[in-house]
């Protein structure tokens, strides 16, 4: 179970863009179209934000944003605000795989 | 509205057994794949197993496989994880989670029952 890679931390000021990446393998991440993000505050349950590397659950402020370019699929944040200081995890699967992976976590802080 | 409800958490010894289960209700529970995934303290996520919508197919983390089985009972709306040959790494947040059908996502969370393993 090949794992996603995140950067530990990322942060912005309010009002800012704030992209985190992350990044797996042509097998997965890049031959498919099934990366998804959740947002977790401590102590609480996560949420999904993106799923199908674009989409949004209804819901979900259109600040948040997702991309994917090659392996590495992206989650951006718009006009950062301070209730987006959370941790971001990436997760993958894709048809014929028996296994979901998710990337170790992304902390954003907003300054 | 979507409701997971977990239970059956607490502390239990090294090479102990523990059974977590999840109530769902708000939504058709026999039409949806369901998921555990669990989380160690101060650490990210980790998936741990998935079922399909009717049982027929399951599948398990290479972490946890041959030690841990997941199963449900539609007629009562509820998935379970029965945990064997319990670690001190398995000490966790389980979290039960709905799959989010065709999108390979996880669309709703239970809130999690806490796991610890230790003598």
């Known amino acids: 179970q090949s794992a996603l890679t995140q950067p530990p931390s990322a942060s912005g000021s309010p009002g800012q863009s704030v992209t985190i990446s992350c990044t797996g393998t042509s097998s997965d991440v890049g031959g498919y179209n099934y990366v998804s993000w959740y947002q977790q505050y401590p102590g609480k349950a996560p949420k999904l934000m993106i799923y199908e590397v674009t989409k949004r659950p209804s819901g979900v402020p259109d600040r948040f944003s997702g991309s994917k370019s090659g392996n590495t699929a992206s989650l951006t944040v718009s006009g950062l605000q301070a209730e987006d200081e959370a941790d971001y995890y990436c997760?993958?699967?894709?048809?014929?795989?028996?296994?979901?992976?998710f990337g170790g976590g992304t902390r954003l802080t907003v300054l | 509205q979507v409701q997971l409800v977990g239970s059956g958490g607490g502390v239990v010894q090294p090479g102990g057994s523990l059974r977590l289960s999840c109530a769902a209700s708000g939504f058709t529970f026999s039409s949806y794949g369901m998921h555990w995934v669990r989380q160690a303290p101060g650490k990210g996520l980790e998936w741990v197993s998935f079922i399909l919508y009717d049982g027929s197919y399951k599948s398990h983390a290479d972490s946890v496989r041959g030690r841990f089985t997941i199963s449900r009972d539609n007629s009562k709306d509820t998935v379970f994880l029965q945990m064997n040959s319990l670690r001190a790494a398995d000490t966790a947040v389980y979290y039960c989670v709905r799959d989010r059908h065709g999108n390979y996502a996880f669309d709703y969370w239970g809130q999690g029952t806490l796991v610890t393993v230790s003598s």
């Open positions: 997760s993958r699967s894709y048809p014929g795989s028996n296994n979901w992976v």
